[in-house]
């Protein structure tokens, strides 16, 4: 839990980096405890060609009787939360970046507050399950690689380009009173998403075609103009 400043700075500085093995023996043996949980509601910032504020790297080995090897069963979580005064800061240059996960099998951060970098790269993903649940800000952008990942938008802001990757992935807009557009969320490109999904009570209103499948699950879905063909699954709304 971090309440105050952690700062590093450097070339390839870390404020926050948490590398974890995990080794299973034939797959038989009792998992050892997966979860790394980070809760700040103060400054984690690292400045510096390459740094990175918060670094998640995980391995998976497999041992028997004669080998050890990379595992293809991902394990290990990680659980952000970031309240409304927490800031997250990550350094210049093509590896610098507010978070970066490697490895693992599922990643959640709840973020209230800010996510930035100089680099203009706010989140890296990597193979796992990510959700990125956003009330606050985000500056830069997020792209989350391969797994099945979700992007929630709570009313925050997010200003960069948005990357689904590979897997089967969601972009949930929650508009629980009055109205949203894209533009009221969103500042960069949109893509790699397979589904929109809707819900709360508010509207929102759809202007251009991002999405083959949506999933309306309430309020009110108001498209404007030419939004091409979309298959809805409207279990609740309208």
Not at 157 to 184: E, N, P
């Amino acid at each position: 839990s971090n309440s105050g400043r952690i700062v590093a700075t450097g070339l390839l500085a870390r404020a926050l980096e948490v590398e974890r093995d995990f080794s299973r023996e034939d797959n038989t043996g009792v998992a050892p405890d997966q979860r790394t949980v980070v809760n700040s509601s103060g400054l984690f910032e690292a400045s510096g060609a390459g740094a990175v504020a918060l670094s998640f790297m995980h391995s998976n080995l497999e041992i028997t009787e004669t080998s050890v090897n990379l595992s293809e069963v991902p394990i290990g979580t990680v659980d952000l939360d970031l309240t409304a005064t927490s800031i997250v800061r990550g350094g210049s240059g093509v590896e610098g970046a507010g978070i970066v996960f490697f490895g693992g099998e599922r990643h959640t951060v709840r973020n209230a507050g800010l996510i930035t970098a100089d680099s203009g790269i706010a989140i890296v993903g990597g193979g796992a399950a990510e959700t990125i649940d956003n009330s606050g800000r985000i500056e830069g952008s997020v792209s989350l690689g391969a797994g099945d990942d979700r992007i929630i938008s709570r009313g925050g802001v997010f200003t960069g380009a948005l990357d689904g990757g590979t897997g089967s992935d969601v972009l949930q807009i929650d508009v629980t009173t009055g109205s949203a557009t894209f533009a009221d969320r969103f500042g960069g490109a949109i893509t790699g998403f397979e589904w929109f999904e809707k819900t709360g009570a508010g509207t929102f209103r759809m202007t251009s075609p991002v999405f083959s499948r949506i999933a309306l699950r309430g309020g009110t879905l108001a498209t404007q103009g030419d939004v091409g063909a979309m298959a809805v699954d409207a279990a609740d709304g309208t």
